[in-house]
């Protein structure tokens, strides 16, 4: 099978279908340009016919023994291990990623699919006591009906079957729009390893189209119930905007500014441990994760050691060809965002900012900057920086770490490093955000607990309880034993 030619359709109602809009979609490889597919794009007729196969083939579903459901999703991770070679081949000629990446971001998906298979068992009712004599309250945990899933380029593959897998195990059934720049691994992909693992028609529908098509036809459609969105905060923003509008709820994976953040009581070996850290957080998949450290706190007492060590290890690093087992670094996803990212070194450095290290720009491929010295105005410090570029910030003490890192409009994630763990917890519960990891790297990801951010970051929590709330909803039945006297 050619995952780019087998793959690359609209997939409604179980079958494999063209769009009916009038120009294509292009999937390009980001290293070498070479074109992929060509996707006609669905229209808003195409979504309509999604959601309504959904809506159809959900009620049948929600109806079925949770134990009858599970069995899918062991033969989807059956399949996943057994195509995971092909898989990443996908992964990487899509993403431009390095393999490292596409088999981490593969290993991740089976971690999901392994959660999803216990999540079919999850949903609890309860019996509530009541003041009235005789009545009994019967609270149940239903399905929410069809979910809407709106994927990103970085982690399509991951990131989709995060929200799709365990949506169908609790009982709904979906409908995704993976990103332009990710049709195939984010959506069709997936889309298949649910159909060969025989999967229902109509409970998995993929529509690869564009708002400049459809408008908000995706999200304004009275069938779904919730809308899983991964992003921007800028998109984001207006899907929540959207949803409420039509009382939708909304599950929202947004931009992050995530700080790392180096204290004064590391000796050399914590250090060199914390630039580990600090290298991975920022440039895993050339610094295109929501997760990713963009600014580096380290306290004045270690700043010169560990900028050092940092920048070494920085400059090392390998950027090209993301085949070559070599390359640590491959192509950002288009020539825009590699444009926009020279754009923002470029105004940095005329803000005063110094580049400890200053990376080429080859055409999608954008070498690694380390840049310090930035005036504390400068917007650089509080937005998302989707890219290869490091901002290294000293800071004397505590408390002016805790508000530098707390002085920007996101709070998805974070870490700190220290050498004393019951202060670095301490330091953690100080910094608004969803996630913070003592000890660690701030790109991190776990099936079983609350994955979320606050402020601009996102709404809503996944995986875990937490996505069983996301996708279910509470409905109170009382049932009256014996005669009760009303009030009229």
Known sequence: MSYFTDLAHQYIDGEWRTGSGSWDIIDFNPYNGEKLAAITVATSLEVDEAYRAAERAQRLWAATNPYQRRPVFERVLRLVEEREDDIVEAIVDELGGTRLKARYEVGAAREFLREAIQLSLRPEGRILPSPVDGRENRVYRLPVGVVGVISPFNFPFLITIRSVAPALALGNAVVIKPNQNAPVTGGGLVAKLFEDAELPAGLLNVVVTDIAEIGDALIEHPVPKVISFAGSDRVGRHVSAVAAGHFKRTVLELSGNSALVVLDDLDDEGLDYAVDAAVASRFSYQGQVCMAANRILVDRSVERAFTEKFVARVAALRTGDPRDPETQIGPVINTFQADALTALVDQALAEGATA?????????????????????????????????????????????????????????????????????????????TGMMHVNGATVQDDPMVAFGGEKSSGLGRLNGDSTVEAFTTLKWISVQHGRTEFPL
Request: charge should be negative; glycine fraction near 10%; proline fraction near 6%.
């Open 356 to 432: 400890l290290v200053r990376g080429r720009t080859r055409g999608n491929l954008v070498e690694p900057t380390v840049l310090t010295g930035l005036p504390e105005d400068s917007s650089l410090l509080r937005q998302e920086i989707f890219g290869p570029v490091a901002v290294l910030i000293p800071f004397d003490g505590e408390e002016e770490a805790v508000r530098i890192a707390n002085n920007t409009p996101y709070g998805l994630s974070g870490a700190v490093h220290t050498a004393n763990v019951e202060r670095g917890v301490s330091f953690a519960q100080r910094i608004v």
